[in-house]
C-alpha cells in the first residue's frame, strides 16, 4: 500500500471515529534557545498556556491558582509573537530573560504555529489540557478568574486527585 493510501485512510476513520487529531506543533526555542516540544512529555497529561507575548503577564494567576490544587500538573508555556513590526526571536527571547524567572521556560512560537494549529485567539490567555496520548481534552479561553478556574478544576479533578490541604506549600 502506498504512504498516501495509508494516511487517507487514517484520516477518514479519525473523521467518522469522531476523534479530533491534531499534529503536535514542531519543538519551539525557549527564552535559553533550547528546544521544546509537547513530545518532551511522554505518557504525561500536559497543560499549555499559549498567549500572545505581549498577554503573557495574564498566565501568572491562571498558574498560580492551579498550581495551589495541582502541583503535580506538568505545564508549558507559549509566546505568540503577533506584533506589527514582528521583532527578532532574540530580541524576544531578551525580553522574556529579563521579565521571566529563571526556572520558567517560555516557547517563543515566531510563527504563529500553535495558533494556527489549535485555532486560537490568542488576545487572551489560551490554556489546552493534553491526555497522556498528546490529544487535546479540553480547552479554555480567557484571563483567570473565579468561574473560568472552577471550570478548569473540574476537569483536572477528573484527573488528578486534588493535593492534599497539608501538602500544599
Known amino acids: 500500500m502506498s504512504t498516501k493510501f495509508i494516511t487517507l485512510?487514517?484520516?477518514?476513520l479519525l473523521?467518522?471515529?469522531?476523534i479530533v487529531a491534531y499534529a503536535a506543533p514542531a519543538p519551539l526555542p525557549d527564552q535559553n534557545d533550547q528546544l521544546?516540544?509537547?513530545?518532551?512529555?511522554?505518557?504525561?497529561?500536559?497543560?499549555?498556556?499559549?498567549?500572545?507575548?505581549?498577554?503573557?503577564?495574564h498566565i501568572k494567576k491562571w498558574e498560580e491558582g492551579i498550581r495551589k490544587v495541582y502541583p503535580q500538573l506538568t505545564s508549558v508555556r507559549v509566546a505568540d509573537i503577533t506584533d506589527e513590526p514582528r521583532p527578532s526571536h532574540d530580541q524576544v527571547a531578551e525580553k522574556l530573560r529579563k521579565r521571566a524567572?529563571?526556572?520558567?521556560?517560555?516557547?517563543?512560537?515566531m510563527d504563529n504555529l500553535w495558533a494556527t494549529e489549535?485555532?486560537?485567539?490568542?488576545?487572551?490567555?489560551?490554556?489546552?489540557?493534553?491526555?497522556?496520548?498528546?490529544?487535546?481534552?479540553?480547552q479554555f479561553r480567557g484571563r483567570a478568574n473565579k468561574d473560568r478556574l472552577n471550570e478548569v478544576m473540574v476537569v483536572l479533578a477528573e484527573?488528578?486527585?486534588?493535593?492534599?490541604?497539608?501538602?500544599?506549600?
Open 9 to 12: 485512510l487514517l484520516s477518514s
Open 15 to 18: 473523521l467518522t471515529s469522531g
Open 36 to 57: 521544546l516540544s509537547l513530545a518532551d512529555y511522554p505518557n504525561q497529561t500536559v497543560l499549555a498556556i499559549v498567549v500572545s507575548g505581549r498577554k503573557l503577564r
Open 101 to 109: 524567572p529563571a526556572d520558567v521556560r517560555i516557547m517563543i512560537d
Open 159 to 169: 484527573i488528578f486527585p486534588p493535593a492534599a490541604a497539608d501538602e500544599i506549600s
Open 118 to 138: 489549535y485555532q486560537l485567539d490568542t488576545s487572551e490567555p489560551c490554556l489546552l489540557l493534553f491526555d497522556d496520548n498528546g490529544q487535546v481534552i479540553a
